[in-house]
């Protein structure tokens, strides 16, 4: 059963790995395509989430150790916290710490209580993720690379920065993938105008490096 997992892991990273190359390739000096593979977060942006990962998740393990298995996600300064947890003790414990992050905008707290996840749940959540990232790919109309995708015990969790006809459509693809148990959303809403300014601009405005965008 292992094997199996990991061999389809392998073969769906190596597949979504491929694609986005040949995406790339294939809207190369096309405009429009271009803008839907962009990043609708500015460069400040990107990094504040990547630190709040990276000093979250380290702070967190240190802290608690075989206790908890805990995935930070960042983006757009909103911060969703996944996986497992011994107690409730522990769980709101991790959510007060990264709700004390001064980067921090918003913090989801869906860690569950139990024991923690086996490596070929997790093989399989990867599988999944990998999956849903390729489809939303091939998707006409949706801005794959302003989105982050978290599978965590079969359930998906969306995040990004799309206008509400996007969040719709991103919403049904996830849910539309086959092995996909539930899906939850926690999007920025953008208006079309301000969709159309992100890409005519190519990047939010920098003036404010530690501000997200604007949203209506």
């Known amino acids: ?81 996944t996986g497992e947890v011994k107690d409730a003790d522990i769980k709101g414990e991790a959510g007060a710490y990264v709700k004390a992050m001064k980067n921090a905008r918003s913090v989801f707290n869906e860690l569950i209580i139990g024991p923690n996840s086996t490596y070929t749940s997790r093989a399989n959540d990867s599988y999944l993720e990998s999956k849903i990232k390729t489809q939303m790919i091939f998707t006409d109309q949706l801005p794959s690379n302003s989105m982050a995708i978290v599978a965590e015990g079969s359930s998906i969790y969306l995040m990004g920065i799309l206008t509400q006809s996007e969040a719709e459509l991103a919403k049904k693809v996830a849910s539309n993938t086959n092995g996909v148990k539930d899906v939850y959303v926690y999007f920025d809403i953008i208006s079309v105008d301000e969709k159309n300014r992100l890409e005519k601009q190519g990047k939010a405005d920098q003036t404010q490096p530690n501000t997200p965008p604007k949203f209506q």
């Open 1 to 81: 059963m292992k094997i199996s997992s990991l061999r389809r892991l392998f073969l769906a990273t190596l597949i979504a790995s491929q694609i986005t190359g040949c995406a790339v390739v294939a809207v190369g000096g096309v405009a429009a395509g271009a803008t839907v593979m962009a990043d609708r977060r500015t460069p400040a942006v990107q990094a504040i989430d990547k630190g709040i990962e990276l000093e979250a998740e380290n702070a967190l393990a240190k802290r608690f150790g075989d206790n908890a298995h805990i995935n930070v996600t960042s983006f757009n300064q909103k911060v969703l916290l």
